[in-house]
């Protein structure tokens, strides 16, 4: 086997309409919901670049414009705040512009999280690639994506994340059937289902929205079929590619064992904004002891 190409591009779907946060996305892309002071979908750019991955391309769709707005410069801005010498805050605009070279396409048809990563192929080309989910957001004290670049790096082929759930969650996830690899911190993929039934799940080890993916999955999702939801399901792709034979065939996963918050989901994004706005160097202190006041009485 040749070396694997070194990872460059990360792929981001942000096409979905979040409808489980109405009446707050009526108007707004749900990847701008703020966690703490950033709109969600910049701490997953963030993490991409913090990997390596300063190509970045967005799939997008219809009132998504705020998102190209947040990551492209606003000289007015910036000329405003630098006028005022708050040196602070002008570089917390310009953060978002700093992290990469930002290209978007949109996905014209809601088809499915599949075919929103078809939509990369022409960018992507024939090099291996990341895929980010923007509703994933993972501590920045717990990388997972270099881990999964070691990982790809030994076994070429493509890299997923799982993280084990309660069994009666993974029929929100999509669950994989793992075999051990001797003396390897990873593990190998035998299967792969999209939202089983908890009777059905082979496992309790759910995919979380981190990929590492070999560029033909492209010539897989050209011929998926709609699956789950009636939508192409890149989890049925990938469990193709998982039992094929040849180049870039097999897929293999990192165990994650960090934090994740789910900021599609209301719960989940309320509890990410509480744990990092504690970790926060302004707001940690006084909102520590607020909660610990609040909890007393409820
Ligand atoms: C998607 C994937 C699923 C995965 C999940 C992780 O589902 O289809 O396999 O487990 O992301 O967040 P969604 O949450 O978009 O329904």
Not at 159 to 179: H, W
Not at 198 to 214: M, T
Not at 285 to 292: A, V
Request: charged share 25%; hydrophobic share 40%.
């Amino acid at each position: 086997m040749s070396a694997p190409r070194a990872i460059t591009k990360a792929v981001i779907p942000a096409a979905g309409l979040g409808t489980r946060f109405l009446p707050a996305t009526k108007a707004m892309p749900k990847e701008m919901l703020p966690v703490v002071d950033k709109p969600a979908i910049q701490y997953v750019v963030a993490e991409a670049a913090r990997a390596g991955l300063n190509n970045v391309l967005m799939i997008t769709g219809r009132n998504k414009r705020a998102l190209e707005d947040h990551f492209d410069r606003v000289p007015s801005l910036e000329a405003t705040l630098e006028a005022k010498g708050d040196m602070k805050k002008l570089g917390l605009v310009q953060d978002a512009t700093a992290l990469g070279d930002i290209h978007y396409v949109r996905q014209r048809d809601p088809r499915g999280l599949g075919h929103a990563v078809l939509c990369a192929k022409q960018h992507v080309g024939d090099e291996p690639f990341a895929v980010l989910l923007g509703d994933d957001l993972i501590h920045e004290d717990d990388d997972l994506l270099s881990f999964m670049i070691e990982a790809q790096k030994k076994t070429g082929g493509s890299v997923i994340a799982l993280m084990e759930v309660d069994p009666e969650q993974i029929s929100a996830y999509g669950c994989a059937d793992i075999s051990h690899v001797k003396g390897a911190d990873y593990v190998k993929v035998e299967g792969l289902v999209e939202k089983p039934n908890a009777e059905e799940a082979p496992s309790n080890l759910a995919v979380i929205g981190r990929y590492l993916l070999h560029p033909r999955v492209f010539e897989i999702l050209e011929h998926t079929a709609p699956g789950r939801g009636n939508e192409i399901q890149l989890t049925d792709a990938l469990q193709e590619l998982a039992i094929a034979d040849g180049e870039g065939a097999g897929v293999h996963a990192v165990i994650f064992r960090g934090r994740r918050y789910d900021t599609g989901d209301k719960l989940s994004y309320l509890q990410a904004n509480i744990a990092l706005a504690v970790e926060n160097d302004e707001l940690g202190d006084s909102l520590t002891t607020w909660l610990k006041n609040f909890v007393s009485s409820l």
